[in-house]
């Protein structure tokens, strides 16, 4: 969800600038500095003891965050104020939320993840501001597109726990996460509606494979041999599909 958008705005905005070499390691502190900043909030906020990982985390995150520093000042000069503010913001807000939720233990609630997708498909728009100067207008059809497409598959997953929970008949079987994924999916069909009348054939083709895929796994989740499939298999194939909708996608914005 990070690092795809990101290729896919550095392939669309035909241009090369040293800073989005900024952009990518920037992300990539910001996310690995996630874990060291969560044992660092339980160890201040939860454990009335110290604790042995707390040394770790407390120098791995040192390091991450210097890597972020530098990146940031190489960016503050190459990004316009506003925009750096803006999305300076929008990095510090989800942190002290990724840091709320797991400290809380509930980084596994979908409200959360679904708001995470959104903000790790937005390094599209980090890497287009890198390489052009600005965001381009195709730059947010991108990142909506590939927004809607993790959302659906987040909704796929749950879909999926919630049966194979079911299965093993530890809980009563829930539906809601079923529904919202075919939610989901209905709207993505409604952005393909949308794609042919525009013409955006390749954008119409990287919806329907979508919709198919998560359909089809949709219809998979009531057989119970399907459910017994490793999870790693699951993302591997999530992966590749996302893959192949982010290629279409280039194609069409192209």
């Not at 339980?42 to 990982?53: I, S």
Request: charged share 10%; glycine share 6%.
């Amino acid at each position: 969800m990070l690092f795809t958008p990101m290729v896919c705005a550095a392939i669309l905005a035909r241009q090369a600038h040293w800073a989005e070499l900024a952009t990518l390691t920037a992300a990539f502190a910001a996310l690995a500095a996630k874990d060291p900043m969560v044992v660092l909030a339980r160890q201040w906020l939860v454990w009335k003891q110290p604790h042995p990982e707390t040394r770790d985390a407390a120098r791995w995150f040192a390091a991450w965050m210097t890597l972020l520093l530098v990146s940031g000042v190489v960016l503050i000069a190459a990004w316009p104020m506003r925009a750096t503010l803006a999305l300076g913001a929008g990095v510090g807000m989800l942190s002290a939320l990724a840091i709320l939720v797991n400290v809380k233990n509930r980084q596994r609630s979908t409200l959360f993840q679904i708001a995470s997708a959104l903000a790790l498909t937005s390094s599209s728009l980090t890497t287009c501001l890198s390489a052009t100067g600005a965001i381009a207008p195709w730059c947010w059809s991108l990142w909506l597109l590939l927004a809607m497409q993790a959302t659906a598959g987040i909704l796929v997953v749950h879909a999926r726990l919630d049966a194979r929970i079911a299965l093993r008949g530890t809980a009563p079987g829930s539906e809601q996460f079923r529904r919202a994924a075919w939610m989901a999916l209905a709207m993505m069909l409604c952005a393909a509606a949308a794609a042919v009348v525009l013409r955006r054939g390749w954008i119409a083709l990287a919806l329907l494979v979508a919709v198919t895929g998560y359909a089809y796994d949709l219809r998979r989740q009531r057989d119970a041999a399907a459910l017994q499939m490793p999870l790693t298999a699951v993302g591997q194939r999530a992966l590749a599909l996302s893959s192949v909708f982010a290629g279409l996608l280039i194609l069409g914005l192209w």
